[in-house]
């Protein structure tokens, strides 16, 4: 049942590829008979021909970018590019392990094994002859699920990718995975090769369309099967571990995902754009998973796991949904034979992993020890946020060096809401106003030896100061950044601990003396993603040959047109009077008028106009960059380009998304278009 199951799918999968060809090929047979339909009245009717510049120039941008997503589905699935091949040598428990489990589901095992820096884990099968040929099969395992999960549940967790394996999965997921990065590649390049042409209305908008319709359509019909074998692989699992094992497993990936994803995002990635990184990345996360409120909150994730963000094209069901189908099938002994040793016994393919995770960083950054760095990352995300309350304080009309005392002037004077303004425009502004004055204030104790910062895993920041045990400090920042009579009570509190408001306060990092400040990332040759670069690239060859292909038009049309006229015979009734002899009574007339027909003849000659201008498409690329700064909002940019927010969402591929990260690059508009019409709302 399960191989027939597996052909029909197979066979199902092949369909929705071969959608996609009729579609894309009936657009090419339709461009090409327009134009073709062009190119013939150029020549037979040039005096008829019409605005064929905009037909031809607008075909041939459209036709490269149509032809360009179709040859990417030939592409075979390549391995992730942070990913490391683990060899039997140095793994050979986990290699035992995942050929046992791979016999009992009856199944054949993966003849590679990668590790990753995600948590996730994930199967592959090469796709020969479209999926009804055997091929080789690949595992994709992250190190944080390798190094952090129970040895059963990660047994659970290998079931269920060999379980895609038993039911023949991998190889309809393969056919509609490059299905998928076909449309997805196509729809770019049109949307990219659209927008170029600058309200120019070319083909690309009407291939975007028809291509686009029909990618919702591939994509809802195989989602609907691609959900329906995690619930199958999901059976295969507990069929061997049991249900609650498997139900454990998938709620620890889940928690620990969400716990690793926020790792790198606010700990690492900030912190190695200042230029450090630790020596071991996964042995900091480890500390970070061993933090006892770390531990509280990844317990609560365990227990109510919510999917923030999904959307309705996630290839998997909903988590809560699973885990009922799980819990509700009967319990069942485990059918795990044995107990292994180490799972990987040489550590460098880990290392290998990290390294590829922060990429050009190693060799450029400075590696610390976990804990010197986690105190680095205390006093930057301290410093930054001190600097930006500095900038807001200089921007509200402060002349001279804004200094603590300047920010506490502000406040007491009731312009709070004019510090917050130049702040943030994040949701409850107040909270991160009396953030920043808490991370100024403290900064400013550090830079005079009274006060230490510590890393909080759940908090980001922490003040340690001997001489305010109770954290009063604290208490005193809230009040004063939401009322100004509080700030008196502040000033006395600095007062005590010594602090004089009115020096400058250091912005430097003094676990290392380094200097520190705003997250920056450093300057790159490509200000775009690699994706645009090679895109934009691929549109100016195409403007190129779109260029020579309308002059060769043109000079074919000028010659029909000149042929035409040179060609038409007078009429029979027609006699020129043309004089023998000029005399000084005769003044001759100019030969154009000589040649009038007849006024009583009822055919006119056809005149064709050789004046007109032939609209050529522009070959100017509307595109920029913009690096995000803290602070930056995708409404701010819009209004600061004259676009919307839908625009940048759509142009940088964010989907419905809008957070942003410090030194993130954008692409923008260069012309201020829609600023009337459309454009974000920036009052």
Known sequence: MTAVLGWVRGLFAVGLLAGFYVVAFVLLAADTALVGLMLWGMVEVPSQAGNWSLAIGGSIPAIFALLYGIGTVSRAEEPPPDAVLLRRAQAPGLWQLVEDLAQQLGTRPPSRIYLTPEANASVSEEARLLGFAVGER???????????????????????????????????????????????????????????????????????????????????????????????????????????????????????????????????????????????????????????????????????????????????????????????????????????????????????????????????????SWTTWADLAAEAFAIELASLLLDAARDTGVTARPTLATVLDILERGKQKDLVRHLTDAPRPEEQLAEALYALAGQALAGTGRARWVLSWTQGYLLDCPQDPGGRLENLVTAAARDRTAVSALRGELARLGLNIEAPVVLALRTVAAPAGRTRVPQSSRSAPDLVVEELARQRKVAKVTMGALIAAGMVWGIALVNTDSSQPYPQSYRPKLPLLATPQYTPQPLFTDLLPDPALSMPLPVPSLTRPIPLPSLDFSFRSHAVRPGDTLTGIACQYGTTVEDLQELNDMGRRTDLTAGQTLLVPTRRQNSGNGAADCR
Do not use: N
């Open 138 to 368: 690949s595992m994709h395992l992250g190190v944080p699920l390798l190094m952090r999960l129970k040895p059963v549940e990660l047994r659970a967790v290998l079931c269920h990718e060999l379980g895609h394996y038993a039911g023949r999965h991998t190889r309809f997921g393969a056919i509609t995975y490059r299905g998928a990065v076909s449309l997805r590649s196509t729809l770019f390049r049109l949307r990219m090769t659209a927008r170029s042409e600058q309200a120019t209305f070319g083909y690309a908008w009407l291939f975007q369309a028809v291509i686009g319709a029909y990618a919702w359509v591939f994509l809802r019909l195989s989602l609907a099967v691609r959900r329906r074998q995690e619930l199958e692989a999901d059976a295969e699992a507990v069929a061997v571990v049991g249900p609650e094992v498997t139900a454990e497993a998938l709620r620890a990936v889940h928690a620990l995902g969400i716990t690793w994803a926020g790792f790198v995002s606010r700990y690492l990635l900030p912190v190695q754009r200042l230029g450090f990184v630790p020596e071991d990345v996964f042995e900091a996360f480890a500390a970070m998973v061993d933090d006892p409120f770390v531990r509280e909150r990844m317990a609560e994730l365990r227990a109510h796991p919510v999917e923030a963000g999904r959307t309705p094209l996630d290839s998997h069901p909903p988590l809560a949904r699973r885990l009922s189908l799980i819990e509700a099938r009967p319990a069942a002994q485990p059918t795990v034979r044995f107990e292994v040793g180490p799972l990987v016994a040489d550590p460098s393919p880990v290392t290998r992993v990290q390294r590829k995770l922060l990429g050009d960083a190693w060799r450029s950054a400075t590696a610390l």
